[in-house]
């Protein structure tokens, strides 16, 4: 963790996506001698590693944008998951010699779920436009259930229990059912406690106790775990304007930091499987191996094409209400949605899950070749699309977000609020009660109307000399000035005028101050 956390850190001033260079100094680090073997445990990294990285991307995701793209994110989380579990098993059935379909549909299920780390760093990375990122984060949150499902039949196939395809889609149903119904029941009740705890300590451990409670209860119950995370997280997210600001301030640090080990630390593993992976070959190694894993890699990423755009562009074809309702999506968007499939941990972690033998006994027929191509296919997605992606965007000239209307739409917000609370302080101070002398309410409606002006300067000229807004040296005077009072309170401290305990006490107060013209400037 110490490790992957340096080298996200060293991404940060280079031009490569952290993903990649954690990847690439893993596959290097696993050939120095004396690093020991790293082996991904599907019992620690599906119900340790997989729900805060879940939890923090749905409550970082809008219910609203996802529930406005349901028919999007439903056609590629599940009609795609299970078509590239079809597409990918029969292919590998028809290139590999006596692999049973069963053990090839099981690779399929394996290999079809796109990473939902990989999805949300790239759409974080390279600004991509809302609608697009919505729906790639919307699948990257239901995905894993669908090919956790479809593993779990296959591989009841392969080993010789006798599952159907209607008893798979049967499991299906009853798994996706109880995981959301899990996320129902315990969303109200956690919310509750979450705004009645009275400490933000408390409130906190809480919050990083949530994904864990979600998916161990969802779990024992044989329900999704992954979408009991999802419901609840989700609804945590859009009702998180409910919770004390204190709350508020430190979760939002705490599960950067979590999310940003844990993300860290994901993608150095996956370069750390390769000598466990070679090993295990055996009779496939050699240009055989080679073949199998480049073949298979464009099978994964042709597939996503074939699907992307007639899942795409049929609704529009068949029912006119959708042409009514929704824009032209164009081949732009679709086409990145395509290129953008990268796979990650969860399928090397499902791949290392697979017995080794069956239950007469019997070698599982290929599981090491499995492992392998699970372990090309991410490589080669994460390396060829991950680099690609973002000059991709480039040359298809995507339009981004479009900054200024934003600005100019959390400007027309801000003035309301003001206005709103503004009438609001008037009534206050209109009663008895609240009686202030007037230069201390003369600094509350100041502060009121800096607040309107801000986000409207940001609009405005720029200086000449520095290039910055009125807002943006409004701003870094202010923390110039904060700094000056902290310097002061330190020297106080040496001199033993103060003690360390009010130094702390002062020094919070200036940090919240500060805190407050940050987030002004951005």
């Known amino acids: 963790m110490a490790g992957s956390a340096v080298v996200a ?40 590693l997989l729900p805060p990285l879940l939890y923090t991307a749905g409550t970082d995701s809008s219910y609203l944008d996802l529930r406005a793209q349901l028919r999007p994110v439903a056609l590629l989380s599940v009609g795609y998951v299970l078509f590239a579990t079809v597409v990918v098993g029969y292919a590998a059935y028809l290139l590999v010699p006596d692999l ?30 809302s609608r697009v990122t919505t729906i ?8 894993d259930a669908t090919a956790i499902t479809a593993y779990k039949v296959a591989l009841a196939a392969a080993v010789g229990e006798g599952a159907t395809w209607a008893g798979g889609l049967r499991e299906f149903v009853v798994a996706a059912a109880g995981g959301v119904a899990v996320g129902l029941v315990l969303m109200m009740p956690l919310h509750w406690l979450r705004t009645h705890l009275k400490e933000a300590l408390l409130q906190n451990t809480l919050s990083l106790l949530i994904p864990f409670v979600a998916y161990g209860v969802a779990e024992q119950v044989h329900a999704s775990g992954v979408l009991a995370v999802v419901v609840v997280a989700l609804y945590l997210g859009h009702r998180s304007w409910e919770v004390d600001f204190a709350t508020r301030l430190q979760e939002t640090a705490v599960w950067k930091m979590v999310a940003f080990i844990l ?13 466990v992976v070679l090993r295990g070959l055996g009779e496939y190694e050699g240009v055989s191996a080679a073949w199998y894993a480049v073949a298979i890699f464009l099978v994964v990423v042709v ?51 697979v017995p080794e033998t069956l239950d007469g006994g019997e070698p599982f027929p290929g599981r090491n070749l499995i492992l392998f191509l699970t372990f090309t296919s991410v490589i080669g997605t994460l390396v060829v699309q991950g680099l690609t992606l973002v000059p991709l965007i480039k040359v298809l000239k995507l339009p981004g977000r479009d900054a200024q209307a934003e600005t100019l739409a959390e400007a027309n917000a801000q003035a309301q609020a003001s206005r709103a609370a503004e009438q609001c302080l008037e009534d206050l101070l209109a009663d008895e009660r609240n009686a202030l002398p007037p230069p201390l ?36 005077l202010s923390r110039e000035v904060i700094s000056a009072e902290r310097e002061v309170f330190v020297r106080l401290r040496d001199k033993r005028y ?21 987030r002004e400037a951005v």
């Open 9 to 48: 850190g060293a991404a940060r001033r280079t031009s490569v996506p952290a993903p990649l260079l954690l990847v690439a100094v893993g596959l290097m680090v696993s050939y120095v001698p004396g690093v020991p073997d790293y082996t991904l445990d599907p019992h620690v990294v599906l119900p340790l």
């Open 100 to 129: 049973p379909l069963p053990a090839a549909l099981v690779l399929g299920a394996v290999v079809a779920p796109p990473d939902a780390v990989a999805a949300t760093a790239v759409a974080r990375r390279v600004g991509l436009p």
């Open 136 to 143: 790639l984060q919307g699948e990257s949150l239901v995905n």
């Open 263 to 275: 993300e860290s630390a994901v993608f150095a593993l996956i370069g750390l499987q390769l000598p």
């Open 303 to 353: 597939a996503r094409f074939v699907w992307v755009y007639p899942a795409t562009f049929l609704p529009r074809l068949l029912s006119g209400r959708i042409r009514e309702r929704e824009d032209d999506p164009g081949w732009k968007g679709p086409f990145v949605i395509s290129w953008a499939g990268m796979r990650g941990v969860v399928s090397l972690a499902i791949a290392f899950s």
């Open 441 to 476: 309410a003369d600094r509350l409606r100041t502060v009121l109307e800096r607040r309107r002006n801000a986000v409207w300067e940001r609009l405005g000229s720029v200086n000449p000399i520095t290039g910055e807004t009125v807002d943006d040296t409004y701003s870094r």
């Open 498 to 518: 103060i003690d360390d305990e009010m130094l702390r006490t002062l020094l919070r107060r200036l940090d919240l101050e500060e805190a407050a013209a940050y």
